[in-house]
């Protein structure tokens, strides 16, 4: 057992110059492993010192990654070949992110928001009404957006924290549709398209590509060929195929890697790595 007076002298502690005493504070978190997260948590909350808080981050993030991969790879063993186990192996990529992250909370969530639309949605038949209703609730009602200003913030690929802040990535906005539309049953699905990452609706008598990134507009596949020749690539019939749960989930930890990267946090890199070496074994 330890208390919050505890784990703030440790805290103090660890600058200490003494080599000896350091090595017996890094020793005595180890032995408290994740016990000592609640109250290392609950103390970093309380600092105003941005860089105290990082510091108090990674300790939590030491204790806690073996537990996160090891469930992780649970994920990965029980399959991420459906809507439910990408949701699933999301919210525990973003324990990442947030290691005291109860994902049932935001699950609970995403029901609660499916449970807001699905009457304008049950008596709304025509099925392009019916997308454009749930694109609108997203977009509009609930405000949720692209992150325009701080796009590469890792915040913008942890789920739970894109549902707090209203704000994402192309792909992390489309997995908050795609997780409201397996609820209430509609087909919507992710195009891994080079750079940015689009939905697509696909009905019985049409088939849509979507921008999230844009609220939610409809594009065309030659406004995507043009964005992608602007940018230097040459589009190819395989850039606009419906992604696969697990090449989802891969690209949302290459661009947590690239977002940790453009930080210069080599060892979260190292083990975001770690984590998308256990997903490509799964590929094919």
């Known amino acids: 057992m330890t208390s919050k007076t505890e784990i703030e002298s440790l805290l103090v502690l660890l600058d200490d110059p003494d ?39 990674d300790i939590i993030h030491k204790l806690t990654f073996a537990t996160l991969r090891d469930d992780f790879h649970e994920v990965l063993e029980k399959g991420v070949n459906n809507r439910k186990g990408l949701e699933r192996a999301v919210f525990t990529l973003a324990r990442f992110g947030n290691p005291t992250l109860r994902i049932k909370d935001y699950q609970r969530k995403l029901d609660h928001f499916a449970e807001m639309v699905e009457p304008t949605i049950r008596y709304r038949l025509d099925e392009r009404r019916k997308m454009r209703q749930l694109i609108k609730f997203v977009f509009e009602d609930l405000n949720f957006s692209g992150d325009t200003e701080d796009y590469h913030n890792p915040a913008n690929c942890f789920l739970d924290q894109v549902i707090n802040r209203r704000r994402g990535l192309p792909i992390t906005l489309s997995l908050i549709v795609m997780f409201l539309a397996r609820r209430l049953d509609m087909p919507f699905f992710g195009v891994n398209m080079p750079i940015h990452f689009m939905l697509n609706y696909v009905g019985e008598k049409e088939e849509v590509l979507i921008d999230p990134y844009d609220n939610g507009a409809i594009v065309t596949y030659d406004q995507c060929y043009f964005f992608l020749k602007k940018n230097n690539i040459e589009p190819k019939p395989d850039h606009f195929k419906i992604a696969s749960d697990l090449e989802i989930l891969i690209r949302c930890i290459r661009n947590l890697i690239h977002s940790f990267e453009r930080q210069e946090l080599t060892a979260r890199v190292e083990d975001l790595k770690e984590l998308l070496s256990l997903a490509e074994m799964y590929e094919g």
């Open 19 to 57: 080599p000896f005493i350091r090595e017996s504070v890094q020793s005595r978190f180890s032995e408290l492993g994740e016990n000592a997260v609640p109250l290392l948590d609950e103390y970093r909350l309380e600092l105003s010192d941005l860089e105290e808080r990082k510091r108090v981050a």
